[in-house]
């Protein structure tokens, strides 16, 4: 029991947002030693909300996710793990656009990271069926968190984040609200129903929508956003 | 340790890419595996490329065989597959605690170091080391605070291995660090620690922190001098393969080379 004790007593107070005493120095090392990996890889992973938030309420902030208890085994998936943490506890709700922003940074680490097993590319054609990609995401945002400078305009914004296989790279792409629409219909009803889906929508011929969409969906395949099933 | 010889260097993504394969290649690797469980995809290759080149060994930071709680049954899930599936056969850890009723700390805590402590420690080693089908490796942990304990250290240690079967992970900056910080002489330690039942050494950078007026095992930075002696000394009494480990300010590869050329005067001298 005292070994658990003891135990509970250290993690406690590497925890807390206290200032200690000076002795023992041995507990100011510890504590140091863990805020400091806390802080570096949130501030690592979410640059753009590090460098828009005071020094002092970050470190606040990362105290609270402390407490709340980081699970992941893996250091890399703990800023994920601090993303839903404050968007359950909206203890950031005063930044009407944390969510989306944290989302945003958080996604690029993601597919960096992801396992993939790269498809042998084929021309793109009306008769395969195709499904979104591991390697990509979309996501419906109401903040324009993409665009320095614009992360307050609010609106209906549709993104696409793929991770590039020619430079290693992730990116991001605003795109249509019909190809948002597309692209999330092709996963669940396939290439035909995507089609069919469009087409009802804008009252227009299937023929129609084959066209206009033939070459955004070409580039598509070439940058394996979507894939052949 | 029967498929290391000779000495290793811990292999980082900081400077994966910047290996040659041709070019100069410690005798054998040893990695963080939490670190590689998920490989970034231009890394992947050069990874599993460079591992299948030299005998590798895994020193593991996730376990906390010493915290008072269940194993996490899905992490040593992941670590046995992602061990099998690279043919890796030497996996080690820390003597401490890094999570405690599944909340992380990412760092190594020290524990409290009692009788019990060493039950409930060996307990835990012996189911490991079943489920894993190999024999756990532990290294001797800096500590900047002692807990509730009422044993020496040396003691601990030798008493955890006997009881447990754990293999020692000797790390010779450990030792050193804990000497300054707690007041004991390094070299006595040395001559009180069962040696017949460390693996391999580590060798590793530290710092001194003139506000706590502490040394900080930082990986952070070269190998100092007395750290060198220090490990010249251990050689003598047990010559065991030794590597160097860096994990934070991790320079380019060449200066890695450097500090091993270094490493390599230290073993030479320590067995002329």
New interface residues.
């Given amino acids: 029991m ?10 406690d107070i ?2 807390a947002n206290i200032k200690l005493p000076d002795k ?7 504590k140091s ?2 805020l400091h ?2 802080y570096e ?1 949130l501030s690592n992973g979410f640059p753009i909300f590090y460098n828009e938030i005071d020094e002092k309420e970050f470190e606040k902030v990362v105290y609270k996710f ?1 407490q709340y ?8 998936k ?1 800023p994920n793990e601090f993303r839903r943490f404050i968007k359950k506890s909206k203890i950031l709700k005063d930044i009407p656009y944390i969510n989306d922003l944290l989302w945003f940074e958080w996604i690029e680490v993601e597919l ?5 097993k ?1 498809q042998k590319l084929s021309k793109f054609s009306f008769k395969n069926e195709y499904k979104l990609s591991k390697s990509s995401v979309l996501k419906k945002l109401k903040y324009k968190v993409f665009e320095k400078g614009s992360y307050n305009s609010k609106g209906e914004y549709y993104l696409l984040a793929y ?1 590039d ?1 020619n430079d ?1 790279q992730v990116y991001y792409r605003e795109i249509s609200l019909p190809l948002y629409l597309f692209l999330k219909e092709i996963n669940k009803n396939g290439l035909q129903g995507a089609i069919k889906l469009i087409a009802t929508m804008s009252d227009e011929k299937k023929k129609a929508v084959k066209t206009l969409f033939q070459e955004p969906l070409e580039e598509l395949v070439n940058l394996n956003v979507i894939e052949r099933i | 340790m029967n498929n290391i010889k000779g000495l290793g260097l811990g292999l980082r993504r900081d400077f994966l890419q910047e290996i040659d394969v041709d070019g100069f290649l410690p005798d054998w690797w040893e990695i963080a595996p ?2 590689w ?6 890394h ?1 290759e050069k990874f599993e490329q460079i591992i299948s080149l030299r005998p590798t060994v895994a020193h593991g930071l ?1 376990l906390s065989i010493g ?2 709680e269940p194993i ?1 049954k899905n ?1 040593l899930k ?1 670590m046995k597959s992602f061990l099998d599936y690279h043919n890796i056969e030497n996996y080690s850890d820390h003597i401490s ?1 890094t ?9 190594l ?4 170091m ?1 009788k ?2 060493i039950e ?1 420690m060996s307990e835990k080693i012996k189911r490991v080391s079943d489920f894993m089908k190999r024999p756990l490796i532990l290294e001797n942990a800096t ?6 304990s009422d044993m020496k250290e040396v003691d601990f240690i030798n008493e955890l291995m006997e009881k447990s079967g754990a293999k020692l992970l000797l790390d010779v900056n450990n030792i050193y660090v804990n000497g300054e ?1 707690h007041d004991f002489n390094a070299n006595d330690f040395l001559n009180e620690l069962d040696l017949s039942k460390a693996a391999y050494i580590h060798v590793a950078g530290h710092y001194k ?1 003139e506000d ?3 040394l ?1 095992d930082s990986h952070g930075m070269p190998v100092k001098d007395e750290v060198w002696d220090f490990l010249e000394d251990t050689i003598k009494k047990v010559d065991i393969p030794v590597m160097i480990e860096r994990d934070n300010n991790v320079p380019e590869y060449k200066v890695m080379e450097e500090e091993y050329k270094i490493l390599e005067k230290v073993v030479k001298n320590a067995r002329t």
Avoid: C
């Avoid at chain 2, 999570?99 to 992380?104: D, E, K, T, V």
């Fill in positions: 005292r070994e658990l004790n003891a135990q509970k007593e250290l993690v590497a925890f023992p120095q041995g507990l100011k090392v510890y030693l863990v990996r806390f890889v402390m208890g980081a699970k992941s085994t893996v250091m890399w703990m960096m990271m992801k396992n993939y790269l991770y296989f290693f | 939490e670190n469980f998920d490989i970034p995809y231009h992947r996730s915290s008072q996490d992490f992941k605690f999570s405690l009723f599944g909340a992380q700390t990412y760092d805590l020290p524990l409290s009692t019990k402590a409930h500590y900047y605070y002692v807990p509730d910080n922190d706590l007026g502490m900080i």
